[in-house]
């Protein structure tokens, strides 16, 4: 599975984003998929996860109520939609896949395909 994240960009305090992710291959669909960030300096961190029918969903309580992960299996895309946004959330973002497809995962080693990530500046 190879997966290509896009959408990052600049973006003032209180802005919003949509970020994009799109998977080759057939079994996209059978995968839990789930949304990571990483700001300079720190560690890897989860952000949001959706199941593989994207009848569930789980945040981190950083972005809970601002971001909204979801998933089109038609296109193999899933999608964070970033609303309110903070000089915090400033960070490379990366979607991950979970073939094992169990409960929803926030340790980044459950995922085991990653993307190369989008870069998210939001200004003060």
């Known amino acids: 599975v190879q997966l290509v994240e896009s959408g990052g960009r600049l973006v003032q305090t209180g802005g919003s984003l949509r970020l994009s992710c799109v998977a080759s291959g057939r079994t996209f669909s059978r995968y839990h998929m789930g949304w990571f960030r990483q700001a300079p300096g720190k560690e890897r961190e989860f952000v949001a996860a959706?199941?593989?029918?994207?009848?569930?969903?789980y945040y981190a309580d950083s972005v809970k109520g601002r971001f909204t992960i979801s998933r089109d299996n038609a296109k193999n895309t899933v999608n964070l939609q970033m609303n309110t946004l903070k000089p915090e959330d400033t960070a490379v973002y990366y979607c991950a896949a979970d073939p094992l497809a169990r409960s929803l995962r926030a340790a980044a080693n459950d995922y085991d395909y990653w993307g190369q990530g989008t870069q998210v500046t939001v200004s003060s």
């Open positions: 959706i199941s593989w029918s994207g009848g569930s969903t």
